[in-house]
């Protein structure tokens, strides 16, 4: 597993290719101005996502404004997959305000009709790998575009059967034990902007 986030953060870091000059437009991250954002300021300096963003190392930018920008994975698991990072340095979502999740979630619509329509899918998932578990390699929030055409067989999930859930005592708890950590959030969380 450690061998498989090693070379994916590799191939971030070291991706081949012919790649186009740095526009002036993109803008200067604070990734490294705030100790309270991350454990370690080294992690800021060495995120691949924060030096896209200073312009320090290259991508292949499809969309950009103050909050985000969305590039070409370095590393597709399919032709046209993308991200879309914000220009400040969150290392998981729990971490990243949710006017910062809004503002990438917002762009989902209009980004992932061009994506869909440029590589001539179907569809296309959206992918949030949260923590080392979840598959999660570079530690700076982000989502994934994953387009998508019938029958491309990407995931081997997609070739097993789905239980139906099982309206049990063991469903029950887990609904509550749910509903009680939503219940011990600060009320301005769960209230939405009007």
Not at 111 to 136: E, P, W, Y
Not at 147 to 152: A, G, H, L, S
Request: glycine letters at 2%; one cysteine or more; a negative charge.
């Amino acid at each position: 597993m450690e061998a498989r986030r090693l070379a994916i953060l590799c191939s971030h870091l070291n991706p081949s290719g012919p790649y186009p000059a740095r526009d002036s437009i993109l803008r200067v991250s604070d990734c490294s101005s705030s100790e309270d954002k991350v454990e370690s300021s080294n992690l800021q300096n060495d995120c691949v996502f924060c030096k896209i963003v200073r312009g320090e190392s290259p991508c292949l930018k499809l969309y950009e404004d103050d909050m985000c920008l969305c590039i070409l994975d370095t590393s597709p698991l399919i032709h046209g997959h993308s991200l879309i990072i914000p220009k400040l340095h969150y290392p998981t979502l729990e971490e990243t305000p949710p006017s910062v999740v809004a503002a990438m979630c917002s762009k989902v619509p209009l980004i992932s009709n061009a994506i869909v329509k440029a590589t001539d899918s179907d569809s296309f998932n959206l992918l949030v790998n949260n923590g080392a578990a979840a598959g999660q390699v570079i530690f700076h929030t982000h989502i994934h575009i994953i387009p998508r055409k019938e029958r491309d067989c990407l995931w081997t999930s997609e070739s097993l059967h789905r239980r139906t859930l099982k309206l049990d005592k063991e469903a029950s708890q887990l609904a509550s034990r749910v509903r009680e950590q939503l219940c011990r959030l600060p009320e301005e969380q769960l209230v939405q902007p009007s």
